[in-house]
């Protein structure tokens, strides 16, 4: 009986370290990896004036197959608010006039890129 008490906590002992081993995979650090570059990379590396200039030439195109709507002229009122913006320094204001101005017609505005 002593002998086989003496086994089991031997036994108990010396094992405790391979179980916890089987369970420490999850503590240990992953190698050190550059993250992927996503499409939200290129988004928040686009700047305000950049987005106005896209807006503008997007708001150009669309323009002359727009002309007869209704809202035209609202329209064009706030893309021109917009770019007086963009050349005031105000990009982040002019770039809402802008695609105000593209929704206003029924265009959306495209993705930052």
Do not use: W, Y
Not at 30 to 57: G, N, Y
Not at 65 to 85: C, I, P, Q, Y
Not at 96 to 112: F, M, R, T, Y
Request: aromatic content about 2%.
């Amino acid at each position: 009986m002593k002998n086989t008490l003496i086994a089991a906590a031997a036994l108990m002992i010396l094992g405790a370290p391979v179980a916890f081993a089987a369970n420490s995979t999850a503590m240990i650090p992953l190698p050190d990896a550059k993250p992927a570059v996503t499409q939200t990379h290129k988004i928040a590396a686009s700047s305000p004036s950049a987005r106005c200039a896209a807006l503008e030439q997007q708001f150009s195109k669309a323009e002359s197959s727009h002309k007869s709507m209704k809202l035209f002229k609202d329209a064009v009122r706030l893309r021109d608010e917009g770019r007086n913006m963009c050349t005031a320094n105000k990009a982040p204001e002019g770039v809402s006039k802008l695609e105000q101005a593209l929704k206003l017609i029924g265009v959306k505005p495209a993705a930052n890129s």
